[in-house]
């Protein structure tokens, strides 16, 4: 068993970060650019549906720092820049998944 000191492999993190929909959204945009800048951050941010008052204050001071601790991307506040971080490619393949099935609904198996 791992000890929670080993967040090379404590997968609890990455969890927690792919948990939001915002985050996914980062990280999908990452699946096609090594990098983001200002601009390309306005466009994932436009393109999450959101109703919560104060999305664009929890982005950048909740989502970014939250997926930056995640180890999966690193996050540059002053220019408002992001790139994959060191653990972005040792989870690439359930990223892609969340990006091609996390949003389908399915519907419960049906009882005999």
């Not at 000890?3 to 404590?10: P, R, W």
């Not at 950048?60 to 506040?77: D, K, M």
């Amino acid at each position: 068993m791992s000890s929670s000191a080993d967040t090379d492999h404590d997968i609890d993190p990455v969890l927690q970060a792919l948990s939001s929909t915002p985050r996914r959204a980062i990280l999908s945009a990452l699946l096609r650019a090594p990098s983001l800048g200002p601009g390309d951050l306005a466009a994932v941010r436009a393109s999450v549906e959101v109703t919560e008052s104060g999305f664009d204050i929890a982005f950048h001071h909740v989502h970014l720092p939250g997926l930056e601790a995640s180890g999966l991307v690193t996050y540059e506040p002053r220019t408002d820049e992001v790139e994959r971080g060191p653990r972005f490619d040792a989870y690439r393949p359930l990223i892609e998944f969340l990006e091609e099935f996390g949003n389908r609904t399915v519907d419960p198996p049906e009882r005999p």
